[in-house]
């Protein structure tokens, strides 16, 4: 099975910081990091390669998020800085064909259940 489970969300004042994991179970792929506030369409945050070798980020959160990833452990990661409430959403992550600018990724495969980050003083 492709499962994926996010985990690492939770309160944070703004200017903090949290770190996310997507675990990641049967083959490696390349993943995508997406987001949802309420009310609004989902929004992808940021991808890694298969191989690890591309990173791309939003505009939004570029210079304050690092994507990375263990094979080892089959876990990638999502550091993110400086958090705004702007960023408070459900983050999900999911399998993609190809890491390139955000608007056009493409997923595959079963997607997680999702981790909340609320961003608030």
């Known amino acids: 099975q492709l499962l994926l489970a996010e985990s690492g969300g939770g309160l944070v004042q703004p200017g903090g910081s949290l770190k996310l994991s997507c675990a990641v179970s049967?083959?490696?792929?390349?993943i995508a990091w997406f987001r949802q506030a309420p009310g609004k369409e989902r929004e992808g945050v940021s991808c890694i390669s298969n191989s690890g070798d591309t990173t791309n980020y939003a505009d939004s959160v570029k210079d304050r998020f690092t994507i990375s990833r263990d094979d080892a452990k089959k876990t990638v990661y999502l550091q993110m800085n400086s958090l705004r409430p702007e960023d408070t959403a459900v983050y999900h992550c999911?399998?993609?064909?190809?890491?390139?600018?955000?608007?056009?990724?493409?997923?595959?495969?079963?997607w997680g259940q999702g981790t909340q980050v609320t961003v608030s003083s």
């Open positions: 999911a399998r993609i064909t190809e890491c390139s600018v955000m608007a056009t990724l493409r997923t595959f495969g079963s």
């Open positions: 049967g083959f490696t792929s390349g």
